[in-house]
């Protein structure tokens, strides 16, 4: 079933490389990567598919680990990365560039939505260990959603009052992977291995925080030093996947509850599974964009939220997949 999975990561890249407004075969694709093709083909495909194949690469695998980290961490099989607030911090951020700053290319609109997501992750900690007691999974839950609601509300008021910052952020408000240069890729990927790198590390231990804090504690699990780890993680992972790609949902939801329901619920192999199938939804979800409606395209955002749902209608009815 690994060996599978890794197939399909590998056959969905291709087909990412081969299939859009212009179809190239196959072999055209590998000639181009080889650097034999002919100038149009190896335009296409170095300078145009292959940074697009990329950052679904990395935005897959960012949201897919950040997902699996949220319901390990929360005990909740509907976290997702979004829950902390990390995507209305990302959007307000992009927002107030856009319409104070008048940011209108990606390269700079990530650096806002990353430092709008850091904010926003830090305020989400501090307010759920406010008060008596640590900042357990349910007040950091509360906090998120809460905190995200309000940053949601007035990021359509400043959208809905400057036509002109509605008009720049409805493609990345959407999600899509169009767009992207090396540059971008270069300036967010380091932040997304960190993150990765990172959840490799807790893994181990959210097996036991899995089991209820007590219980981590008696096996001898720094349950302070993993809750701190996790929310570091998600806002690396989350922050710098909404940056790069916009705020793409459900595919942080979903991937590890199809991972739990193939391979078990140990949290090693969740976070592992996780990295590589989710990046095969995301750029199975864009390449389904390109050719649904061509020459136009759907963003990758609408299709993933259009996808996802009745798949996890049809996974949450699998007890082994909806238990954690």
């Keep these: 079933m690994a060996l599978a999975v890794v197939g399909a990561l590998v056959l969905v890249a291709l087909l990412s490389l081969a299939i859009g407004?212009?179809?190239?075969?196959?072999?055209?694709?590998?000639?181009?990567?080889?650097?034999?093709?002919?100038?149009?083909?190896?335009?296409?495909?170095?300078?145009?598919?292959?940074?697009?194949?990329?950052?679904?690469?990395l935005a897959g695998a960012a949201l897919g680990v950040a997902g699996a980290l949220?319901?390990?961490?929360?005990?909740?099989?509907?976290?997702?990365?979004?829950?902390?607030?990390?995507?209305?911090?990302?959007?307000?951020?992009?927002?107030l560039g856009m319409s104070v700053f008048g940011i209108?290319?990606?390269?700079?609109?990530?650096?806002?939505?990353?430092?709008?997501?850091?904010?926003?992750?830090?305020?989400?900690?501090?307010i759920g260990s406010g008060g008596r007691g640590a900042a357990g999974p349910i007040r950091l839950t509360l906090a998120g959603v809460a905190l995200g609601a309000v940053l949601s509300g007035?990021?359509?008021?400043?959208?809905?009052s400057d036509p002109d910052a509605f008009d720049a952020m409805r493609s990345w408000n959407a999600g899509s992977l169009l767009g992207r240069d090396a540059d971008v890729i270069a300036a967010v990927a380091p932040f997304i291995a960190a993150g990765l790198v990172l959840a490799a590390i807790l893994a181990r231990g959210l097996n036991a925080v899995a089991l209820g804090d007590d219980v981590a504690r008696a096996q001898g699990?720094?349950?302070?030093g993993i809750r701190i780890g996790v929310v570091a993680a998600v806002t690396l992972l989350a922050g710098a996947a909404t940056a790069?790609?916009?705020?793409?949902?459900?595919?942080?939801?979903?991937?590890?509850?199809?991972?739990?329901?193939?391979f078990g619920n140990d949290q090693r192999v969740i976070v592992l599974g996780s990295a590589v199938l989710a990046p095969v939804i995301v750029l199975t979800?864009?390449?389904?964009?390109?050719?649904?409606?061509?020459?136009?395209?759907?963003?990758?955002?609408?299709?993933?939220?259009f996808v996802g749902a009745p798949i996890l209608i049809a996974l949450a009815r699998r007890r082994r997949a909806s238990a954690l």
Excluded: C, K
Aim: glycine share 8%; proline share 7%.
């Design 244 to 262: 790069l790609a916009g705020p793409i949902s459900f595919v942080g939801l979903m991937v590890p509850h199809i991972v739990r329901w193939l």
């Design 154 to 160: 007035i990021t359509t008021g400043i959208v809905l």
């Design 104 to 126: 209108r290319a990606v390269s700079g609109a990530v650096w806002f939505a990353f430092a709008g997501a850091l904010v926003v992750t830090v305020a989400v900690y501090l």
């Design 221 to 224: 699990a720094n349950v302070r």
């Design 285 to 305: 979800a864009d390449v389904i964009g390109r050719v649904l409606i061509a020459p136009a395209e759907v963003p990758v955002g609408i299709v993933t939220a």
């Design 70 to 95: 949220m319901q390990a961490f929360t005990r909740n099989p509907l976290a997702d990365p979004g829950i902390l607030g990390v995507n209305a911090g990302a959007a307000l951020a992009v927002a």
């Design 21 to 57: 407004a212009n179809p190239l075969p196959l072999e055209t694709v590998i000639a181009a990567l080889r650097g034999t093709a002919s100038p149009d083909a190896a335009f296409v495909v170095l300078d145009l598919r292959v940074p697009r194949t990329i950052v679904g690469l």
